[in-house]
């Protein structure tokens, strides 16, 4: 499938092709934290299948918990997350759902990271609900 993203500001874009049974919401803590959220979802596009159309994003290495280095690409101007990836000669792009134009029609597919997830999270659909604020 093929999807373009930008983030909130603009400044960074691109194109990629994705496989929608691919999708996947991680609860562990670093995405908590790079999301600012109780879990993050993501898509992966192969090196070969993106392209950075404008912009370039900003990449923060770190060190996950198994040692690995992921590269973490953000709008340097915006901080709008835009991927993850090896720290050196990616072959993977984990595309950050949220700025994805496409993302209503990749439901995800599993859930990574479980043991990590905030109790409250597997609760949200029982929730009131209010369509939008005014």
Same mark, same amino acid.
């Given at each position: 499938?093929?999807? +373009? *993203?930008?983030? +909130?500001?603009?400044?960074?874009? =691109?194109?990629?092709?994705?496989?929608?049974?691919?999708? #996947?919401?991680? +609860?562990?803590?670093?995405?908590?934290?790079?999301?600012?959220? %109780?879990? @993050?979802?993501?898509? /992966? %596009?192969? %090196?070969?299948?993106?392209? $950075?159309? @404008?912009?370039?994003?900003?990449?923060?290495?770190? #060190? %996950?918990?198994? *040692?690995?280095?992921?590269?973490? *690409?953000?709008?340097?101007?915006? *901080?709008? /997350? $835009? =991927?993850?990836?090896?720290?050196?000669?990616?072959?993977? =792009?984990?595309?950050?759902?949220?700025?994805?134009?496409?993302?209503?029609?990749?439901?995800?597919?599993?859930? $990574? !990271?479980?043991?990590?997830?905030?109790? !409250?999270? @597997?609760?949200?659909?029982?929730?009131?609900? $209010?369509?939008?604020?005014?």
């Amino acid at each position: 499938m093929k999807v +373009h *993203g930008a983030c +909130h500001c603009g400044a960074v874009a =691109y194109e990629a092709e994705v496989d929608p049974a691919r999708v #996947t919401v991680c +609860h562990c803590n670093d995405c908590q934290s790079f999301s600012g959220a %109780a879990f @993050r979802a993501s898509v /992966p %596009a192969k %090196a070969e299948d993106l392209r $950075i159309v @404008r912009g370039a994003p900003k990449v923060y290495v770190k #060190t %996950a918990e198994n *040692g690995n280095r992921r590269a973490q *690409g953000f709008c340097g101007d915006c *901080g709008s /997350p $835009i =991927y993850s990836a090896a720290a050196e000669g990616a072959k993977v =792009y984990m595309l950050r759902l949220g700025i994805v134009a496409e993302r209503d029609r990749l439901p995800p597919q599993r859930q $990574i !990271w479980c043991e990590a997830a905030l109790p !409250w999270s @597997r609760e949200l659909l029982d929730l009131p609900k $209010i369509e939008k604020q005014s």
